[in-house]
Each structure stands twice: as structure tokens, then as C-alpha cells.
């Protein structure tokens, strides 16, 4: 008997830790890349440019990040997005909620006229060019709605919220349709908290978007001081602007380059610390998407 | 109760057809008010551009605008079918695509898997965790740092490659490396992203399936082959053809932030080429030919690939 206890504790199945042990380095390879680059930026002038930095940061300092709290520009333009994706997160979740309540009645005449006009411009839009000449034409040409307007309502979004809310139960509604509430006084008092795991959900994905945003910003934005920042971190990271900045010796190229790092952990970070948390219910966001709408 | 009744009363005189369409808006108009804006929004930024298409017939003035510009018939299109580089450009997103297609997608449910024979709650959420990071960071990041790892001279990777005794390779700055850089850097991105769908799918397979199949003596690799995939096939040919219809269609971030003038050969799609032509060198009608041609064929695959998904018995994406 005691025998058969130890020899089962013994057994290895190699195949379950193969697979951990894949999934491991997996989980390295996903991550390294942006260690890596938190280590560059925290590194000392020495360390950077001998390229011995791996995982952690060597002879720790601060330089870089004291260099961008001077530069004002990446401020600035850390300022404007900020301000467009706390806009364009409101907007998104306000029109998207709407839109998917509405469609989510049975009741309602037209529904399926409109959710097919939503749904349409899935498969076929006007394109890049069109666009741009509409906006244009309305004058957000170089403003900062030309941001968070246009793109306001996301076609998977919508589908997503409108199938969460129709799994809600009806009972619910009903019995507050008999208490004479009007659908608006239901969308607020029952239907609303009852959804927070998905406002949260649809919020990231808007909030997400916005901050990453590039295209829009490359086509619609031409003064500097309204870059975003993901505009302000391709220049930075790409144009040599910095490079031309430091042009004195090799010290401050090498601290250009770890401040190119700096930059990258600045313009990540406020990403990477909230989708964590938020992990349990975007998962089930992207399920409910995933049933046809 | 009064609604109840009202509600019946106004499915039975839909039938009889005495009620009019007035009533239904005024009972629902709260319903209607809520749509307005997002109506609104959808008449202004993709129906009203989608008019706008008319100047791929037109020789489009700015002065005159779209109405007041001439019609030139299908001048345009000839125009632009005579160019090499459209005709490059498509190539070059059809390779791309196909490319990341062909490493992304069966990688991805070999990931989705593999997470799913991992018993360890705490494990399997942290190494989701990390896997999806990448998904949330943006392209200018992600080529900031392939650049870095990627670079020629002092990339950490081409250090490796140097340090273990061969030559550096130009992953950005050779053709085929480059094409080879960008599907790594797809992939990194949004493999973990991709499990989500699978594992979900995974998630409802009936438990008891797979008790059978122990008790008949099957082993892990066989409740894989013979369970696990066959019941989530419909999901992995619903995104089979969702990718598949999306051929034509290529983000302009990721080629225009990782490409450089010694790749243009290859790293210039059909949106960047939009973005040249249309935006840069101001050239509408020339680049919305190109863009109404990007969208008919794309229409034209999805048709196709649901046809095809119906044919062999799946539901279809349309």
C-alpha cells in the first residue's frame, strides 16, 4: 500500500510539463521585450551603451525620466490624449449604450432597419479618402474632435453590449414596465447596474483604442502642439529628433536612447495597469462578441 | 398589467393593421430619442462618405467640390490600373496577410490548447495575463521596440546572433527579413488575444465526453484530436473565413511604422499607397478608385467565403 502511494507521487508526466515549461518561455518572449525596454530606461549612461542590459536595470538612475519631466512637448502631448480618450470613452459608452438598449427591443418598430444600417457599414464604408474630405468639410480639419467625433461608435462594441443586454432577463423589465417606469427610468434604474462588468469591458476597449491611436492622428492632426502621443512617440522614436538634440557626444546620444525608453514606459503604462484587473470581464466581452449578432 | 394589455393590443391591431405607425413612435419615443445621435452619427461619418465614393468617377476639384466637379467616367480607374505600383501594392497585402495568416492562426489554437491542459488557476490567469499584454500596446510601441531588438548593427538580437559566431541578419532592412519581421511582430502582438475565442469554445464542451473517453482508455493527445478539436471546429472555420475575407484589408500602422525606404518594395500596401496618394499628395480621386476597388473585392470574398461556409454545412458570418 505505501508503496503504491510513493510511486504515484513519483510519476512525472512529461508532457504536462513540457507544456508548462513552452508556456513559460511563451509567457518570457511576450514579456521581455517591454522589461527589457523598463530596464534601458533606468539604466546608467555605461550600462546602455556596453548593451549588457537584459532583465533588470544596471547602475539605476533617473536621468531619463527627469529628462522627459523637463521636455514639455511629451507633456504636452500625454495632456491631449488624455483629454481625447476621457472624450472619446464617454461619447463611445453614452451613444453605444443607447444604440444597443434601443436595438436590444423587441418592441421597437425599425430595429432591424437600423441595426442592418449599423451593421452594414461593418462590411462596406466609404473608405479613407471619402472620410477625410467629410471631415474636412465640417471644419474639424487639425482640431482635436476630429479625434473622438468620427470614430465614436464601434461596430463590434455595439454588438457586444447589445447581446449582454438582451440576456438580461425580461421579468426584470416587465415588472417595472407594470410600475408605469418609462424606458428611460429602466435603461438607468435596473438595466445600468446590472451591466457594469460590461461598461467596464466596452470602456477599456474605447479607452485602449484611443490612447493607441495613431492613424487618426497622422491624418487629421498638423500642429505640433495638438500632437498625440503616439504621434509624439513615433517622432521621438523614429524621426531623430532627439538624435538631432544630441548631437554635443556620445553621452547624450546614449541618453537618447534610453530616453527613448523612458518614453515607451510612459506612453504603455497607464494601459498595462489597468487591463489586469479588468481581465475577468473583457474575456467574456470578447465571447458575447463572438455570438452572431 | 396595463402595458401588458396595451402591448397585446398592439400586436393583435398590427394584424388587423388599424394601428398607425404614429402610436408605436410615441410609445417608444424615449427608445427613438436615445437613437437619434447615434443615427445622426452614422449618416454623417460612414453613409455621407460612402456618396463620397462618387468621385472615383469624377475629376475632383477641392473649389467645386463633389457635386460641382466634372464626371470623367471610368477615366480614373484606367488610370490607376495602369499603374505598377497599385498592382504592387496589392501584392504585397495579399502576402503580408497570408503570411501572419499562415503562422498566426494555427499557432494560435495550438496556444489555446495548451492553456487549456493547465490545471493551475493561478498560472493559467497570470500567463493569460502576460499573454494579452501585448495586444494593449500600440504600434508606434511595438515598432519603437523592433526596431531596437531588431536593428542591424546593435539590435540585442543581432548581438546574439553575432555572439554565437554567424552574421548579423537585416531583418529591417532586407525584403524577405523584413516580411519575416512583420509576421513575428503580428503574431507577438496578437496571439494571445486570439486564444480568448478558443478557449471560450473550449469552455462548453460537455465534460462528460471526455470522462468517456478516459474510461475507454484515451489519452491526452487523443481527447485533444478527437474531442476537443472536433467540437470547436465550427469556431475555427467561422475564423478561418472572418480572416480569410479580410485578405484585402491591412492596417496602415504596422506597415508604415516598421517599413523603411529599403523595403518599400514590399512593406507599401494598399493603405499605405492610400495614404501617400490620397493624403500626401492630395490626389482624391486617384486613391478613392483604389479604395472603392479595396472594398468590391472585399465584398466580393465575404460573399464567397460565407457561400462557402454554408456549403459545407457551418452557420456563416453573414
Not at chain 1, 467596464?200 to 484611443?210: C, R, S
Not at chain 2, 447615434?38 to 468621385?55: E, H
Amino acid at each position: 500500500m505505501k508503496n503504491m502511494g510513493v510511486s504515484k507521487k513519483i510519476k512525472i508526466n512529461w508532457g504536462t510539463v513540457i507544456n508548462y515549461f513552452l508556456l513559460t518561455i511563451l509567457v518570457v518572449i511576450c514579456f521581455y521585450p517591454f522589461l527589457n525596454v523598463v530596464a534601458y530606461s533606468f539604466s546608467s549612461n555605461r550600462a546602455v551603451l556596453s548593451g549588457t542590459v537584459t532583465f533588470f536595470p544596471i547602475e539605476m538612475q533617473l536621468d531619463a525620466y527627469k529628462e522627459i519631466v523637463h521636455r514639455g512637448q511629451i507633456w504636452t502631448a500625454m495632456r491631449v490624449t488624455m483629454l481625447v480618450t476621457l472624450l472619446g470613452t464617454a461619447i463611445g459608452l453614452i451613444l453605444t449604450v443607447f444604440a444597443a438598449y434601443a436595438l436590444s427591443k423587441d418592441k421597437l418598430k425599425g430595429r432591424r432597419w437600423i441595426s442592418g444600417m449599423i451593421l452594414f457599414t461593418m462590411y462596406f464604408n466609404g473608405g479613407i479618402i471619402p472620410t477625410f474630405l467629410v471631415i474636412k468639410n465640417l471644419g474639424m480639419y487639425d482640431q482635436l474632435t476630429s479625434l473622438y467625433i468620427p470614430s465614436a461608435v464601434n461596430v463590434f462594441n455595439f454588438i457586444v453590449m447589445r447581446t449582454f443586454f438582451r440576456e438580461i432577463p425580461k421579468s426584470l423589465e416587465e415588472a417595472a414596465y407594470l410600475d408605469g417606469a418609462t424606458d428611460v427610468q429602466i435603461l438607468f434604474k435596473i438595466v445600468l447596474p446590472l451591466s457594469m462588468p460590461i461598461i467596464a469591458t466596452i470602456g477599456l476597449f474605447y479607452a485602449v483604442y484611443y490612447w493607441n491611436d495613431y492613424f487618426n492622428a497622422l491624418i487629421y492632426i498638423q500642429s505640433p502642439e495638438k500632437y498625440t502621443l503616439q504621434l509624439r512617440l513615433r517622432s521621438l522614436l523614429f524621426a531623430g529628433e532627439l538624435g538631432a538634440a544630441g548631437n554635443e557626444g556620445l553621452a547624450q546620444q546614449v541618453m537618447a536612447e534610453s530616453l527613448k525608453m523612458a518614453c515607451i514606459v510612459v506612453g504603455t503604462v497607464p494601459i498595462l495597469a489597468v487591463y489586469p484587473w479588468l481581465q475577468k470581464y473583457f474575456v467574456k466581452g470578447v465571447m458575447l462578441g463572438s455570438v452572431k449578432g | 398589467m396595463k402595458w401588458a394589455k396595451q402591448r397585446q393590443a398592439g400586436y393583435r391591431s398590427r394584424h388587423s393593421g388599424s394601428k398607425n405607425i404614429w402610436f408605436y413612435i410615441w410609445r417608444d419615443k424615449w427608445l427613438y430619442l436615445m437613437l437619434a445621435p447615434v443615427i445622426t452619427y452614422y449618416i454623417v461619418f460612414k453613409y455621407v462618405p460612402m456618396y463620397g465614393l462618387v468621385i472615383a468617377f469624377k475629376d475632383y476639384n477641392v473649389f467645386k467640390g463633389i457635386t460641382g466637379s466634372k464626371w470623367v467616367g471610368f477615366l480614373n480607374f484606367k488610370q490607376v490600373f495602369q499603374t505598377d505600383l497599385f498592382w504592387q501594392s496589392i501584392k504585397n497585402t495579399l502576402i503580408l496577410n497570408l503570411s501572419t495568416l499562415a503562422v498566426n492562426f494555427p499557432l494560435t489554437i495550438l496556444v489555446a490548447l495548451m492553456l487549456n491542459e493547465v490545471k493551475y488557476p493561478l498560472f493559467r490567469r497570470v500567463s493569460q495575463s502576460f499573454l494579452y499584454l501585448p495586444h494593449f500596446m500600440s504600434w508606434v510601441v511595438v515598432a519603437g521596440i523592433a526596431t531596437n531588438l531588431f536593428a542591424q548593427t546593435d539590435g540585442s538580437v543581432n548581438q546574439m546572433i553575432k555572439h554565437l559566431g554567424f552574421n548579423a541578419i537585416p531583418f529591417l532592412n532586407s525584403s524577405g527579413w523584413w516580411v519575416f519581421t512583420y509576421v513575428i511582430c503580428n503574431v507577438w502582438k496578437e496571439i494571445g488575444w486570439g486564444t480568448i475565442i478558443y478557449l471560450a469554445a473550449i469552455t462548453g464542451i460537455d465534460e462528460s465526453l471526455y470522462e468517456a473517453a478516459y474510461i475507454d482508455g484515451a489519452g491526452k493527445v487523443q481527447r485533444i484530436l478527437y474531442i476537443t478539436l472536433p467540437m470547436i471546429r465550427s469556431v475555427i472555420i467561422v475564423m478561418l473565413i472572418l480572416s480569410i475575407s479580410k485578405m484585402m484589408s491591412i492596417g496602415l500602422d504596422a506597415p508604415l511604422l516598421l517599413g523603411n525606404t529599403k523595403v518599400i518594395n514590399v512593406s507599401e500596401v494598399i493603405s499605405t499607397y492610400i495614404y501617400r496618394l490620397g493624403i500626401v499628395k492630395a490626389e482624391y480621386s486617384l486613391s478613392t478608385v483604389i479604395g472603392l476597388f479595396q472594398s468590391a473585392v472585399n465584398i466580393f470574398i465575404l460573399i464567397l467565403a460565407d457561400r462557402f461556409a454554408k456549403m459545407i454545412g457551418e452557420e456563416g458570418i453573414l
